[in-house]
């Protein structure tokens, strides 16, 4: 714009005035100056830009306004109406100022920019003024002019500082339109803004300033969105300077420029469309926290509520997803606390977040995992629609993290999602659905080891699952349908954890009795006893007991406290005076009050876990009304998403374990009246628990209820003589339980039944021996002797010692029950009828015990099949074997019989574990396991576990392992709580269980030839199963008390076969390889040992001083063998070119990064071969084990087929067909012939977890002991001896991974659990040693001499009525025939 050369004033420069104005000099007072200026505004004000005659006439005037006096003058009144004169010139004079120079236009402007603070006080009699000079400088746009200005930057950086400092929440919208007018147009027409100008409008954004004056923020917000255009480049050359260019002198907002981005975004993102490029490369910056400010900056552009910059820039989007791998952990943190804001305000980002999520669910540090679940969790928490499946699958895997914090979190997470959806349906029945899994995994975890976690269990389930605050009627409606609705593990985990509340309770019970008995030592030491039972119960152990000593001292001294404690365990105690007393003794605890009191926090514990908050007598009332409601039908089952049947059956199984925890509860006629109706129904699994519930709860029937008891009476007869064999069962304990006249009643059902036993109809004798078994067992003085007479005539004469029906020769192994014949059902009860007959007795004075156990040896001798006429089938043979096992392991429970059970029964009993039979051996080893672990079988039964080294199905193995340690800690356990255990230590230690196992695997059927180096390889794998886990510690010396007895036992004689040079040598070889196992396993052994082992003389007999053994009879080149799996290397040449022939020996490798996220598995390999053998060997074992069919005698193995098949979902291990004739182990060999390799196809396909392994179970890997060895090529000619007839290897196909029972979530008592123990891992892979356990076991025949085979069916056990029972010897012979060993090429 070119300034116009100055008009001169008319009238020769004289000033001219308005009319009535005088002269305005510096000669008059302010107060004449401002009068008079205000004529002069008001003609200005009138004046229009056409008054050409009046705009020459007073150009004069306007020069005169602009010198120094008014412009300086320091009167604010004149220098404002004088700014309103300036502001009109411009507005009349337009486009041409009337002002040439440049200086003066400048101070001018100045001038008018300071008079605009006036703006601020909108209360000021002059604001109408201020708001006039604004209204006039925007619409006229007057600083349009200082663009020609070379310094016009100074004069709009002014304006726009006055201007944002100005304004104020009481401007009205048409000041703020007018300051946006004035900006805009110089930031519009401008030939561009200067970084000056742009820090004056970005300064009103940065957060600091954003505070101070939100007005001015929304000034400069508005200001940006209306020239964004105009703008966006110099923003975006501002950003590229201090970002790209890293000039951060540029700018005094450089160190701003992160949160200046995030506000310019949310403003307009085109505002950034040229910066968004820079930040994806400030992404990649080797700084690393420059990349966590850029992380933060997108996490919060990304998850903006209504940002699309996901969308819009794609290649920036995944950038930023890569950064959730970032190797500096503040930023992977970073970036999981973003996905929660994005979860929930981008749903369709979900898809792209999952993934990344996943891998950082797994992530080393615990403080991303933990964000990972609080990212979920909280978006599932708005919306459930927010969160998929598989987020809530990562969720559900934490909660078995190695870390508490992390579990604790997912724990709570899920917990909160499952009362918010599930029990408050606050988003429908469909999103409940959805997340329906989170009560049973929840309650899965009270499984896991950690006291911490079965606490956390107890607390959501007191609160979230079955809220204890809810009123009774509500409360127990939550309970019925959730206990109907959860699946079978769940369900065991809850009863279990009401089991150890009521244990606890019962502790604390017993810790107050003694509380009121005089003091005393042996009291004090019973306290003690009681105090870290207690503790062992509560987090912390180490602390808990000095706090439960504490509190047993306040208990001492409280007499007050104690009445409130034993009012709260009192059975009669309700829910709201359980609260009421733990209130109470809170209170009392937290005197002095402590900002932090652990020892009340302890005791809180405690009494969460005692205080009955679901259970007293109104809530089984309601219980019971809810099951009344299922059976008429007007219960809210559907709506529940349960059948009636279901419910029904469920809330009598509920009522069934409260009755165990909480019997007074159940005492009303109106309780006992419905469970009548109960066992009048149909369902057999109802009646059953409506008999045993008044079994554990009607002690008070016969006095107080006496109608009830008439009316129960006749059904409990009905069922012992004509119900399901539980029901008949239930039946006569119940009747033993609750009635004075138990004899009576009991002979009211024993005689009919005992006359009507008719073996022809076997279907119908399996209740009717039920009920005599148990009878007989209740009652031994009353029915001994009748029952005698029953034993010997009926049952083992017409029943056990004939086979009346041909069994099906499908041959499998193992059927489903509704398969079974009844008379093998028939059979099995009158195997278990005899050992409650001979339990009730509990003694051996007619010597039946001797012939009962002679009768179950011969049974397993032969398979099951007594009468070896071969009409019974080989399922059925395998039911019997089982039967025949474990009724010898029940009558080792009772010590008289225990005593009579020779080494040999002992031995026979203990090969069940091998059975070729897989659910034989499971169900074997689980019942072996829990009579173990309640200390109820002696210790010689645990070294049966070594056995199971052998099992070629490494879940078995795996099984086994964990009932030793389960064992072992239980022993251990109990000899630290008990003082007086100290006197049993030969039958407590764990360690005194080597004799029995070095005994046991002596005689093991399979260990015929001493030095032949795969059946020593079979030996010392089972020993290492079990000095593995005796030797995990060397507390009090034990390696070398372990070493001490092997040796003592070399200096002693088999008490089995003392006379039998070859049986001493065996003993001694076994002795040998457990002293090689025990050295190589530790450095300690040879210390002195603590004390000097005693041996059992059952097995051992002790020799003269004189005798010495101190043959060495292992080679050294067998102990090399042993050691590393191969001889001693030959001469190179040797090997040349020999193709290694031994089938499945491969070499696999694993590797796993190292991380913290590992498992928390403990690699058990052998000591023998821990310097060569990986530790991944396992993997190798696994890919052997993959391909053996157990089941199947002569497979067909082809590697590439088993490579390609794919896994079945839905085979079970009981689903095996085998026709090929296969011996059991431990029995005396009959003459077979060898079927030829592949000669049964149908067996190739054999399912592996249910078939025989061995010939007593299968070997599942002749050599993975050699696994990632660098083997020489001469150890083929050692291959080529082991090119092993392939009838002889049963290998497992993939097919057999997914028959066995899928992986649980829940386990049993006993049962193997596979833990989420690491970080980053999901299972804990046990296995004992890396070593495959070896087949070859040699063929053999069995025969008596000079005896045919007759169909005479001869009692093997001497039972020949009741006159002559117990006439045979004692001692079970079984004459052999020498070995036929199968040569081998």
């Not at 506000?263 to 910066?275: C, G, K, Q, R, Y």
């Not at 994005?342 to 996943?358: G, I, Q, S």
């Not at 519930?693 to 009607?698: L, P």
Request: glycine letters at 4%; hydrophobic letters at 35%.
């Amino acid at each position: 714009m070119e300034f116009p050369q100055q008009q001169k004033p008319a009238g020769d420069g004289k000033i001219t005035y308005p009319p009535g104005v005088k002269e305005i000099t510096d000669k008059i007072t302010n107060d004449e100056v401002v009068k008079r200026l205000k004529m002069v505004v008001k003609t200005y004000m009138d004046m229009d830009q056409d008054s050409e005659e009046e705009k020459q006439q007073y150009l004069a005037l306007a020069l005169h306004l602009a010198s120094e006096f008014f412009l300086r003058n320091p009167n604010k009144d004149v220098r404002l109406l004088v700014a309103c004169c300036l502001a009109d010139i411009f507005r009349i004079y337009a486009p041409e100022a009337p002002y040439t120079s440049h200086d003066k236009l400048k101070d001018i402007f100045l001038f008018i920019t300071r008079q605009l603070k006036g703006l601020e006080d909108t209360k000021s009699p002059q604001f109408n003024r201020y708001f006039y000079l604004l209204e006039n400088l925007a619409w006229v746009k007057s600083y349009n002019i200082c663009f020609e200005l070379e310094d016009c930057n100074e004069i709009f950086i002014q304006l726009f500082k006055t201007l944002f400092s100005v304004i104020n929440n009481s401007h009205n919208q048409k000041v703020q339109m007018h300051m946006m007018d004035l900006m805009s147009s110089i930031i519009m027409e401008g030939d561009g803004v200067t970084q000056e100008l742009l820090d004056t409008i970005l300064i009103n954004l940065i957060p600091a300033h954003k505070n101070l004056n939100k007005q001015a923020y929304d000034l400069a917000k508005t200001l940006l969105k209306r020239t964004v255009q105009t703008i966006e480049t110099c923003i975006a050359n501002f950003f590229n300077q201090v970002l790209v260019m890293g000039k951060s002198s540029v700018s005094d907002l450089s160190e701003h420029v992160f949160d200046l981005i995030q506000e310019l975004f949310a403003i307009d993102p085109m505002l950034l469309t040229s910066v968004m490029p820079q930040l994806e490369f400030k992404l990649k910056s080797n700084d690393g926290e420059e990349r966590l400010a850029v992380v933060r900056l997108l996490a919060k552009l990304f998850g903006a509520k209504d940002s699309e910059l996901a969308s819009q820039n794609r290649p920036l989007w995944q950038c930023f997803l890569g950064r959730f791998n970032d190797i500096h952990v503040p930023v992977r943190l970073e970036c999981v606390k973003f996905a929660s804001h994005c979860l929930m305000n981008h749903p369709d980002l979900a898809r792209d977040l999952t993934e990344y999520l996943k891998v950082r669910s797994h992530d080393p540090e615990e403080a991303i995992r933990h964000d990972v679940i609080v990212t979920i969790i909280n978006a599932g928490k708005k919306d459930l629609n927010l969160v998929n499946d598989q987020l809530l699958g990562f969720v559900r895997e934490r909660t078995l993290d190695k870390r508490w914090r992390v579990r604790k979190e997912a724990m709570m997470g899920l917990a909160q999602l499952y009362k918010k959806y599930c029990l408050h349906h606050e988003a429908g029945k469909e999103s409940a659905a959805k997340i329906s899994w989170i009560k049973d995994k929840l309650l899965h975890i009270y499984y896991q080891n950690s006291i911490d976690d079965k606490l956390l269990v107890e607390k959501i389930f007191a609160q979230y699952m079955v809220p204890h605050s809810l009123d009774t009627e509500e409360k127990m409606k939550c309970l019925y349908y959730l206990y109907a609705c959860l699946d079978t593990n769940a369900v065991k985990a809850l009863n279990e954890m009401w089991k150890c509340q009521n244990m606890l309770r019962s502790l604390v019970k017993e810790l107050l009795d003694l509380h009121k008995l005089p003091v005393s030592e042996a009291n004090n030491s019973a306290m003690f006893g009681k105090l870290m039972c207690i503790a062992k119960n509560l987090p912390d152990a180490g602390k808990a007991q000095d706090f439960m000593k504490k509190f047993n001292q306040v208990l001492g001294e409280d007499e007050k406290l104690r009445v409130q404690l034993e009012m709260l365990i009192s059975p009669t105690c309700s829910c709201k005076q359980a609260e009421i007393c733990v209130r109470e003794i809170t209170r009392k605890l937290t005197f002095p009050k402590q900002p932090t009191n652990p020892f009340l926090e302890m005791v809180k514990f405690l009494l969460e876990r005692i205080a009955p908050v679901h259970i007293d007598s109104e809530a089984i009332s309601a219980l019971v009304k809810l099951l009344n409601k299922s059976i008429e039908g007007t219960a809210d089952d559907d709506e529940e998403g349960v059948t009636p049947d279901t419910a029904i059956r469920a809330g009598l199984e509920l009522l069934k374990v409260l009755s165990f925890t909480h019997p007074t509860a159940f005492h009303s006629a109106e309780t006992y009246e419905s469970l009548l109706q109960c066992l009048k129904m149909e369902d057999e699994k109802v009646a059953e628990a409506a008999i045993q519930i008044f079994r554990n709860t009607g002690q008070k029937i016969e006095t107080e209820l006496q109608q009830i008891r008439s009316t129960l009476i006749p059904i409990l007869h009905q069922k012992a003589k004509r119900g399901t064999p539980h029901q008949a069962k239930q039946a006569v304990h119940c009747i033993h339980a609750i009635f004075n006249n138990k004899e009576v009643q009991l002979a009211q059902i024993f005689e009919p039944l005992s006359r009507s036993l008719n073996a022809d109809v076997p279907e119908q004798l399996i209740t009717p021996l039920v009920s005599l078994g148990h009878i007989s067992m209740l009652a031994p003085d009353q029915f001994a002797s009748p029952m005698k007479s029953i034993v010997a005539n009926f049952i083992v004469k017409d029943l056990l010692m004939n086979d009346r029906s041909v069994g099906n020769k499908n041959g499998k192994l193992w059927s489903a029950d509704e398969e079974v014949s009844p008379e093998v059902l028939a059979k099995v009860q009158a195997i278990k009828l005899l050992v409650r007959w001979l339990l009730g007795m509990k003694n051996n004075q007619s010597k039946s015990a001797n012939s009962t156990l002679r009768l179950l040896s011969a049974m397993l001798v032969s398979e099951g099949d007594l009468t070896e006429q071969k009409k019974i089938s080989k399922s059925d043979m395998s039911r019997l074997r089982l039967a025949a096992g474990g009724a010898i392991m029940k009558l080792a429970q009772e010590p008289c019989y225990h005593d009579i059970i020779t080494p040999e029964q002992y031995q026979l009993c203990g090969l069940v574990i091998n059975d070729e039979c897989y659910q034989v051996r499971q169900i074997f080893a689980q019942k072996l396991h829990l009579a173990l672990v309640k200390l109820m079988l002696p210790l010689e039964y645990l070294a049966v576990f070594a056995l199971c080294a052998k099992d070629p199905v490494k879940e078995r193995r795996a099984h086994a392992r964990q009932c030793l340690l389960k064992n072992i800690s239980v022993r251990r356990e109990y000899i630290k709580q008990n003082p007086l255990a100290q006197e049993k230590l030969v039958s407590l230690l764990p360690e005194y269980v080597v004799p029995y196992m070095i005994h046991l695997l002596a005689h093991d059927p399979d260990f015929t030839k001493p030095q032949e180096y795969e059946q020593l390889k079979d030996i010392k794998e089972c020993l290492w199963f079990m000095l593995e886990v005796l030797m995990t510690k060397n507390e009090n010396n034990s390696h070398a008390f372990l070493r001490k007895m092997v040796e003592n036992i070399k200096q002693t004689k088999d008490a089995q076969c003392p006379d039998d040079a070859k049986g001493n040598e065996k003993l001694y070889i076994v002795c040998d390889v457990a002293l090689f196992v025990i050295a190589n396993k530790s450095t300690a052994c040879h210390l002195d040992s603590p004390k000097d082992p005693v041996l059992p003389s059952k097995f051992f007999i002790v020799q003269d001083k004189d005798f010495k053994n101190d043959k060495e009879y292992l080679s050294t080149d067998m102990r090399q063998m042993l050691l590393t799996g191969k001889p001693k290397t030959a001469p190179v040449l040797s090997a040349v070119n020999k193709p290694l022939t031994v089938p499945g020996k491969r070499i696999f490798t694993k590797t796993t990064p190292a991380s913290d996220t590992a498992s928390n598995t403990s690699t058990n390999s052998s000591p023998l071969s821990s310097t060569t053998i990986n530790k991944n060997s396992n993997v190798a074992t696994e890919s052997s084990e993959s391909q053996a069919q157990e089941n199947n005698e002569n497979p067909v193995i082809k590697n590439d087929e088993c490579k390609k098949t794919e896994p079945s979902q839905n085979m079970t291990p009981d689903a095996e067909t085998d026709a090929s004739p296969v011996k059991r182990r431990g029995r005396p060999p009959k003459s077979a012939p060898v079927a030829p390799a592949g000669a049964d196809k149908e067996g190739a396909a054999a399912p592996a977890g249910a078939g025989r392994g061995r010939k007593r179970a299968a070997d599942s890997n002749p050599s993975t002991e050699s696994i990632n060895i660098k083997m020489s090529k001469q150890q083929n000619d050692e291959g080529t001896k082991r090119q092993i007839d392939l009838q002889r290897w049963p290998f497992k196909s993939k097919k057999m991974e997914k028959e066995r029972p899928e992986e649980e979530t829940g386990r049993a008592v006993g049962s193997l659990a596979l833990l989420l123990g690491s970080e980053g891992e999901t299972e804990i892979e046990l296995e004992s040693s890396p070593e495959g356990v070896t087949c070859g076991r040699e063929e053999s025949e069995r025969s008596s001499q000079g005896d045919t085979k007759s169909t005479s069916r001869e009692d093997p056990s001497g039972w020949q009525g009741e006159t002559n029972c117990g006439e045979r010897t004692d001692r079970l012979v079984v004459k052999r025939k020498p070995v036929r060993v199968k040569s081998r090429p």
